[in-house]
T-cell receptor, first 111, second 111 residues
Framework: ELKVEQNPLFLSMQEGKNYTIYCNYS?????LYWYRQDPGKSLESLFVLLSNGAVKQEGRLMASLDTKARLSTLHITAAVHDLSATYFC???????????FGGGTRLMVKP | SQTIHQWPATLVQPVGSPLSLECTVEGTSNPNLYWYRQAAGRGLQLLFYSVGIGQISSEVPQNLSASRPQDRQFILSSKKLLLSDSGFYLCAQWDGAYEQYFGPGTRLTVT
């Protein structure tokens, strides 16, 4: 059974600071996803990582994938209040087509 | 482009009442469709997925069922709701390549 673990589960940070969210998974995978969810809203796709060493950046967010370590990171640079949300990673096992989600990281950015 | 509609947006139902949630998609044919549930403050749990009309796979045993009467329609049902059925229900569509898109969701409160 594929397991996906995120940490931390909750993160409170000051504006302007940097931080990293970690996503570990338990089986071979060739696709990893990061989503954002605002309170009461659906999921918004942020990144799709398709290969070992993949790195993608959008604004203050940068995601990377290490398939050998079964680890993805979502790095936040110089956080701003608008980044406050819950972030989920999700994994598709090799040759599969279903997402298994991590438990989510609730991010609060304080002024 | 692909669009996912969910109806209704919110629903309050008493315990023991029936349920019918609808998901329709536009802009694609023969999509893979998924139902997820998100309990308050929790991650996403895959409930059902469908690769075609009349083809339903269940991921967890429960008092819910799903049907796919048309290519672009996916319905989640229950004959008798339980308190534990409360949550945010999300329909999702696989684009056939690398992206899974989510609908706006239905918030169900069972009282």
């Amino acid at each position: 059974e594929l397991k996906v673990e995120q940490n931390p589960l909750f993160l409170s940070m000051q504006e302007g600071k940097n931080y990293t969210i970690y996503c570990n998974y338990s089986t071979t995978s060739d696709r990893l996803y990061w989503y954002r969810q605002d309170p009461g809203k659906s999921l918004e796709s942020l990144f799709v990582l398709l290969s070992n060493g993949a790195v993608k950046q959008e604004g203050r967010l940068m995601a990377s994938l290490d398939t050998k370590a079964r680890l993805s990171t979502l790095h936040i640079t110089a956080a701003v209040h608008d980044l406050s949300a819950t972030y989920f990673c999700a994994v598709v096992p090799w040759a599969g087509n279903m997402l298994t989600f991590g438990g989510g990281t609730r991010l609060m950015v304080k002024p | 482009s692909q669009t996912i509609h969910q109806w209704p947006a919110t629903l309050v139902q008493p315990v023991g009442s029936p349920l019918s949630l609808e998901c329709t998609v536009e802009g694609t044919s023969n999509p893979n469709l998924y139902w997820y549930r998100q309990a308050a403050g929790r991650g996403l749990q895959l409930l059902f997925y469908s690769v075609g009309i009349g083809q339903i796979s269940s991921e967890v045993p429960q008092n819910l069922s799903a049907s796919r009467p048309q290519d672009r329609q996916f319905i989640l049902s229950s004959k008798k709701l339980l308190l534990s059925d409360s949550g945010f229900y999300l329909c999702a569509q696989w684009d056939g390549a690398y992206e899974q898109y989510f609908g706006p969701g239905t918030r169900l409160t069972v009282t």
